[in-house]
């Protein structure tokens, strides 16, 4: 095997050794859900209101996370004003846009 095959093989070997030890901290049913079987019958994705991340990991990840997108969200608020005004009005159409759709799904009914 050449040299690159040799580095290629061994960066490939630490990645799996990685993804491994990942998975098995992970809490279950939560990250790389894969579903088998025919498309029409897999589970759709949803955004859950009631979804608590914080409860998943107990070591305060979620909580540093939130407090950046916080603190991103305020710096925006104060600095890039136009980038925030755009970032709402974008959030609210896709809010709106299912909104619509769920109505129009009753009014089917």
Known sequence: MTKDGETFEEKAKLESKKRKFMNGIRPPQYWNFFEDGPVPDRVKHVLRHNAKPQECYSDGRVEIILQNIEEIGM???????????????????????????????????
Request: proline content about 0%; aromatic content about 14%; overall charge neutral.
């Open 75 to 109: 710096n925006l608020q104060r600095y890039e004003e136009a980038k925030w005004n755009t970032i709402k009005k974008h959030t609210l159409e896709i809010f709106n846009h299912e909104f619509n759709e769920f109505k129009r799904k009753l009014d089917e009914v």
